[in-house]
């Protein structure tokens, strides 16, 4: 089974090593020499959804247990004169076994005996576990359809090609990007795509370097040295925090900003650039909507309905300085030919009724937009000094510029859409994306296309037929959002389950806990929404579909879903009679489940990591040590489940059944489906294939199989096939350079796919010029949790970055061991609480019992807890997402508007909880806010 197995002598262990026999060694070399003895070393790879993840390792097997591995290290060089990837990993790979062997591994199929969450489980065989699942996923189907059973997706390891579940058709998968909220929702705004990404080795091309919603240090330990490289060609290292972090000690300038305030920064960096005339006007002109018309007496485009009967609604218009004239602006390219486009002044446009309106340049309206902004005005709403902002605005202007952001970190905060877009901004006023050096990075996967190029490109032009403006990417991206339109995914936006059967309907409608400018009700946006259709085929379950059963897969909402440990089990869970999971370590979630399904890990099971552009190549880790216990890959597990539910269907009689958008299936001949005949039942025949007909698309270098992957563990990739999110990225690769976005647009002029087929800025949806929200700006954060003193916030920890990690034995060791949060020390002594000692944490939403950890690298008003902690890690069984508010900003429901519908893991309203207010009181001492919270809890 094992690829690249090096035998070595084959000698005794000293003492009792792990299931090694006993002899006595002859001397001290001896001993350590057996120490270190192993069977076979496998290619293993580490495909963690840390994101980097893609780890590649070497594992060594003793006994047919894993008890070393390393980082492979044999990344090549792609670029002359650019570091490498080696070695790619950190602590918690090289440590892995400890999960793999730890006492928080499941091994067997567990059933729940007491009530849920009371820890009281009997362990059961595969055989009984699936039978009692597939009967409960029979009795929703017959009961209230497919739909009633929701799939929730996370980042099981290794799992990221085997697939979870549901292995039938016809439930819903709530969308995994959505659900935790890795998104960019300002990124999307812009340019019709959250997640263009170079990889990493590009950033070694960068001559400044921000670090902004991210703390490298802690959580891109296998690519933060690219950064820091980079440094020693003398580029720049700045990192933009409140708090004093382990990156700053790197940075050449830490930016201290307020936190929530990183906008109004940028707005007026932004300022500076325009005032100085130090912006790339090429770049505006050409890649941006800034020159665009927008009329002034509606604040609308300026669009060919307005002008000409029978016009089009998405042609839009540029004053040509040279022709004096209203020119229209050119949709299939962002060429603009002998057009000169003014960027300033009010110029006049004649309607079809005859009627003469003002209209004026989208960059006119932005010039007088940051009048807001003047490096001292917006110093006074982000407490960063005035210097420092045109310092910033002076470098950005002449340096390739690159922002290292977290996952969709911006985007974790209420008004991240806004800060997004003026980072956007600076980045495009300075013209920094599309080559070498720049850009802004989230995260990404791309699809790596699932059809012969040919048939693709088939597929693709005779869409195109229907308007031949669009581009290869944008027909794509238009086919991808028309199919969700008809459920072809069956994959959802998680709000509507949220919403309508989660309690969060409540919650979101507190008024106090949005932003003022929010005209009306939350619950109207809501509805406007749904009625007009703007989330059509994906706005499910409905309020009458009643979720019968909750499949988890590695995902672990009770911990991580903002207010989920509140309104999950007071509203959702009461409702569930089938809550199963898949994992293959106790997490909160899985405490609560009915059945625990033990899944193999990576190591014991052939995988893919997540393709990214990061490491524009594919990772594979193979199979090197049996799965533990009783636990199973994924793949086996849903063929097993297939087989059992097609003989329970038999036995009720059920042969067919019909789905939220009337298809219908047939439930004899699943196993089959899923194995197509049994030919895929086989996880390495079917790896081999797949690699197979990756090679043949031409993503893979030709003569790629199964057994090139073992012996190398890593492949670059040819070509990045022709799914839509690789199309999206807008750069081929090549062979000997590093991978920089956005190249299509920038090089070949191809038009962006947003409603103006251009990076747009200005956004003209009547609920955006409601909010006044139509190009970037700066609002404060609202009180999300009630008007208590101090901001929450979070990140990834640098021991587990999520929660799979977080009981390791080893890892608790190098730290505190059990959660804490970092507190300033003079807000401390304000309330006289020492170090270590427990506090209560708490809100409108709840409270939670945790140890202070003084910190002077926090600001005063600030506290923080690094994310990943299990509730049952805290004293009272409360985690942090109880006080998290989990809200959602109602202009990311909006729809109808160009490149503003649902893709998935792309436009989707997303629940936010950075800077939710709390009240921090020493224990015994409990404010009025905390008796608010209960009272509320009580009355419920
Ligand atoms: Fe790589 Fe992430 Fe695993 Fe560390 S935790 S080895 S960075 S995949």
New binding site residues.
């Given amino acids: 089974m094992v690829a690249s197995v090096k035998s070595a002598p084959r000698a005794q262990a000293p003492g009792k090593g792990r299931g090694g026999a006993v002899t006595k060694p002859k001397t001290s070399e001896d001993t350590y020499r057996q120490m270190w003895r192993w069977d076979k070393v496998g290619t293993a790879a580490?495909?963690?959804d840390?994101?980097?993840?893609?780890?590649p390792?070497r594992a060594y097997v003793r006994d047919g247990e894993v008890w070393f591995s390393e980082a492979r290290g044999t990344f090549p060089i792609v670029e002359k004169g650019v570091p490498d990837m080696n070695p790619?990993?950190?602590?918690?790979?090289?440590a892995?076994m400890e999960v793999l062997y730890g006492k928080q591994r499941v091994l067997h199929p567990l059933k729940r005996v007491g009530k849920r969450g009371s820890g009281k489980w009997q362990r059961v065989s595969w055989d009984e576990a699936l039978d009692e699942l597939a009967g409960a996923l029979l009795d929703a189907i017959e009961d209230g359809g497919p739909q009633t059973i929701i799939s929730l997706s996370g980042g099981s390891p290794g799992a990221i090609w085997a697939g979870g579940w549901p292995g039938i058709p016809g439930p819903l998968s709530t969308d995994n990007n959505s659900e935790v909220n890795d998104f960019a929702p300002g990124h999307y705004i812009t340019w019709g795509k959250f997640d263009p990404v170079s990889s990493v080795d590009d950033w070694f091309h960068a001559e400044l370097t921000f670090v902004w919603f991210a703390n490298y240090a802690y959580t891109r330990?296998?690519y933060y040295h690219f950064a820091l490289e980079a440094r020693y060609k003398g580029a720049e290292l700045i990192v933009v925090a409140p708090d004093v972090n382990p990156t700053t000690v790197h940075a050449d300038y830490h930016v201290p900003v307020k936190m929530g305030t990183d906008g109004a920064l940028c707005l007026s960096i932004c300022k500076v650039l325009i005032d100085e005339g130090i912006y790339n006007e090429t770049f505006v002109k050409e890649q941006t909507d800034l020159p665009l018309l927008v009329r002034r007496d509606n604040r609308m485009f300026l669009r060919a309905c307005d002008v000409a009967e029978g016009g089009r609604d998405d042609q839009f218009y540029l004053h040509d300085t040279k022709t004096r004239s209203v020119v229209e602006a050119p949709r299939g390219t962002l060429a603009l030919g002998k057009v000169e486009p003014a960027l300033e002044g009010d110029y006049q446009a004649t309607l079809k009724d005859g009627s003469v309106v003002k209209v004026a340049p989208v960059f006119q309206l932005l010039r007088e937009r940051l009048k807001d902004y003047t490096p001292e005005k917006a110093s006074a709403i982000c407490g960063v000094n005035p210097k420092v902002i045109r310092t910033l605005a002076r470098k950005v202007a002449v340096k390739r510029t690159n922002i290292l952001t977290g996952e969709g970190n911006a985007g974790k905060h209420y008004h991240g859409d806004l800060m997004e877009r003026a980072m956007l901004l600076m980045l495009a006023l300075s013209g920094n994306w599309g080559r070498k050096g720049t850009g802004v990075r989230t995260w990404t996967t791309v699809g790596l296309g699932s059809l012969p190029p040919d048939m693709a490109s088939q597929v693709l032009s005779n869409f195109k037929a229907e308007d031949p403006t669009m581009s290869d990417e944008i027909a794509a991206i238009e086919l991808q959002k028309r199919a969700m339109t008809m459920g072809m995914g069956g994959i959802v936006p998680p709000v509507f389950v949220w919403y309508y059967h989660a309690g969060y309907r409540e919650l979101w409608k507190r008024r106090e806990y949005h932003d003022p400018s929010m005209a009306r009700p939350f619950d109207e946006y809501f509805k406007e929404a749904v009625d007009k259709g703007w989330w059509q085929g994906v706005d499910l379950p409905g309020p009458d579909m009643t979720p019968r059963v909750l499949l988890l897969d590695g995902s672990n909402p009770i911990r991580r879903t903002p207010s989920g440990q509140n309104q999950f089990l007071r509203y959702l869970w009461p409702k569930l009679k089938m809550i199963a999971t898949l994992e293959l370590r106790m997490s909160a979630s899985a405490m609560y489940s009915d059945l625990v399904l033990p899944v193999a890990a990576h190591y014991e099971k052939l995988g893919f990591?997540l393709p990214t552009t990061h490491v524009a190549g594919l990772v594979f880790g193979d199979r090197v040590a049996e799965p533990a216990g009783d636990s199973k890959p994924e793949w086996e597990i849903r063929g097993m489940l297939a087989q059992k539910l097609e003989k329970k269907a038999k036995e009720r009689g059920l042969a067919e059944y019909t789905d939220a958008f009337g298809r219908t299936h047939r439930l004899e001949g699943l196993y089959n489906a899923h194995t197509a005949n049994g030919a895929w039942d086989k996880q390495d025949f079917l790896v081999d294939q797949t690699v197979k007909s990756l090679a043949s698309f031409g993503v893979l270098p030709e003569g790629t199989d199964l057994e090139t992957m073992r012996e190398k563990g890593y492949v670059r990739w040819a070509n990045l096939g022709m799914s839509a999110r690789a199309m999206a990225q807008g750069t081929e690769i090549k062979p000997d350079e590093t991978f920089a976005p956005f190249r299509h647009h920038t090089e070949q002029k191809a038009p962006y796919p947003t409603l103006t087929r251009r990076a747009q800025f200005y956004i003209d949806h009547h609920w955006f010029l409601e909010a006044g929200e139509e190009l970037p700006a700066h609002k404060d954060p609202p009180k999300m949790g009630g008007d208590f003193p101090f901001v929450i916030s979070g990140g990834h920890n640098r021991w587990s970055?999520h929660a799979l990690?977080i009981a390791h034995r080893l890892m608790l060791a190098t730290h505190r061991g059990r959660p804490h949060m970092l507190m300033n020390p003079d807000d401390a002594a304000a309330k006289g609480i020492a170090d270590n000692e427990e506090v209560r944490v708490h809100n409108e939403m709840g409270a939670i019992t945790i140890p202070v950890k003084l910190a002077q690298s926090v600001p005063p008003g600030m506290v923080i807890i690094y994310n990943g902690w299990e509730p049952y890690q805290f004293r009272d069984g409360q985690g942090t997402n109880v006080v998290e508010a989990g809200m959602v900003k109602w202009l990311l429901l909006a729809g109808g508007y160009g490149h503003l519908r649902y893709w998935p893991m792309e436009w989707s309203p997303v629940t936010t909880m950075r800077g939710s207010r709390v009240e921090v009181s020493k224990l015994g001492t409990e404010s009025g806010g905390e008796r608010v919270a209960h009272k509320r809890k009580k009355r419920k």
């Fill in positions: 580490h495909c963690v840390c994101y980097p993840t893609n780890c390792y790619m990993g950190c602590q918690k790979g090289a892995w330990i296998p990591c970055v990690n």
